[in-house]
């Protein structure tokens, strides 16, 4: 196989941004790792990309090295750690964005994003894994209704900076409409708009609570579940972890298993 230099987008946020090198005078491939969250939370996430990378027979510091950054949840800076990766090796920077492979993870649309043509043709040199997290919020709040039936308004957790935020809003009120049920939005992009957005969902008596898929709200599941369970408020989240750190419930794709077939196709 051709030496070849990697990153990884796993974030809607950053899936505009396709750049990659290469560099033939490298002693091992590099693969660099982009993610918009923090590495805390994801970190068997991260064990996962690595078992996927290992069925290609790649393993991490023995033939293949991995150059990882993470945007921390402020996406603007993104930009700047993939110029950063770009840096590593300027000579291909030229080339890179239409000859190297790209492999994204993405919870936003691909397709809506412009990021590839289609599903199964996606075209160019970019290709990965959808995990379907933003079509999935209209299914969360019907099962979270089913269980709680008598809940209204139900509250909706939103990050404005998501990119598929606005679709996530439109499939969710006409859910709603559906289900004749009222709903309170709350937005949040940043920790500190946290406490506000609990007090409003209590002030307005919701009777429940619908977490919007965002890689900012992966990466502070344990703080949104203790704020959750302290006010008192069921809640449904996007992944199984949000329910292992302790929420009521979750609905969605297997997060572990994109990675891994996100690492199956790097390798």
Same mark, same amino acid.
């Given at each position: 196989?051709?030496?070849?230099?990697?990153?990884?987008?796993? %974030?809607? !946020? +950053?899936? +505009?941004?396709?750049?990659? $090198?290469?560099?033939?005078?490298?002693?091992?491939?590099?693969?660099?790792?982009?993610? *918009?969250?923090?590495?805390?939370?994801?970190?068997?996430?991260? +064990?996962?990309?690595?078992?996927?990378?290992?069925?290609?027979?790649?393993?991490?510091?023995?033939?293949?090295? #991995?150059?990882?950054?993470?945007?921390?949840?402020?996406?603007?800076?993104?930009?700047?750690?993939?110029?950063?990766?770009?840096?590593?090796?300027? %000579? *291909?920077?030229?080339?890179?964005?239409?000859?190297?492979?790209?492999?994204?993870?993405?919870?936003?649309?691909?397709?809506?994003?412009? $990021?590839?043509?289609?599903?199964?043709?996606?075209?160019?040199?970019?290709?990965?894994?959808?995990?379907?997290?933003?079509?999935?919020? *209209?299914?969360?709040?019907?099962?979270?209704?089913?269980?709680?039936?008598?809940?209204?308004?139900?509250?909706?957790?939103?990050?404005?900076?998501?990119?598929?935020?606005?679709?996530?809003?439109?499939?969710?009120?006409?859910?709603? !409409?559906?289900?004749?049920?009222?709903? #309170?939005? $709350?937005?949040?992009?940043?920790? %500190?708009?946290?406490?506000?957005?609990?007090?409003?969902?209590?002030?307005?008596? +919701?009777?429940?609570?619908?977490?919007?898929?965002?890689?900012?709200?992966?990466?502070?599941?344990?703080?949104? #579940?203790?704020? !959750?369970?302290?006010?008192?408020?069921?809640?449904?989240?996007?992944?199984?972890?949000? *329910?292992?750190?302790?929420?009521?419930?979750?609905?969605?794709? %297997?997060?572990?298993? !994109?990675?891994?077939?996100?690492?199956?196709?790097?390798?």
């Amino acid at each position: 196989m051709r030496r070849r230099e990697f990153i990884k987008l796993l %974030s809607g !946020a +950053a899936a +505009a941004s396709p750049l990659t $090198v290469r560099a033939q005078q490298q002693p091992m491939p590099v693969v660099g790792f982009l993610n *918009a969250a923090s590495p805390g939370p994801l970190r068997q996430q991260v +064990a996962a990309f690595r078992e996927g990378l290992k069925e290609s027979d790649y393993v991490e510091g023995r033939n293949v090295a #991995v150059e990882y950054r993470w945007a921390e949840g402020q996406y603007d800076r993104l930009p700047a750690l993939v110029a950063d990766l770009v840096r590593q090796q300027v %000579s *291909a920077a030229k080339a890179a964005t239409t000859t190297i492979p790209i492999v994204f993870s993405l919870g936003a649309d691909p397709v809506g994003l412009g $990021v590839v043509a289609s599903l199964n043709r996606p075209g160019g040199n970019i290709t990965g894994v959808y995990q379907f997290t933003s079509g999935l919020e *209209a299914k969360r709040l019907g099962l979270l209704h089913e269980m709680i039936p008598k809940a209204t308004p139900i509250a909706v957790l939103v990050n404005p900076n998501f990119a598929d935020a606005e679709n996530q809003l439109r499939d969710v009120e006409e859910a709603a !409409a559906r289900l004749e049920v009222q709903l #309170v939005i $709350v937005r949040a992009n940043a920790e %500190s708009d946290f406490d506000a957005a609990f007090s409003t969902l209590v002030r307005q008596r +919701a009777g429940a609570l619908l977490v919007c898929s965002s890689p900012f709200f992966n990466g502070r599941r344990e703080q949104l #579940v203790v704020l !959750a369970a302290r006010h008192a408020v069921p809640a449904i989240f996007e992944w199984r972890d949000f *329910a292992a750190a302790g929420g009521l419930m979750s609905y969605g794709t %297997s997060l572990a298993d !994109a990675y891994r077939q996100v690492g199956v196709y790097a390798g």
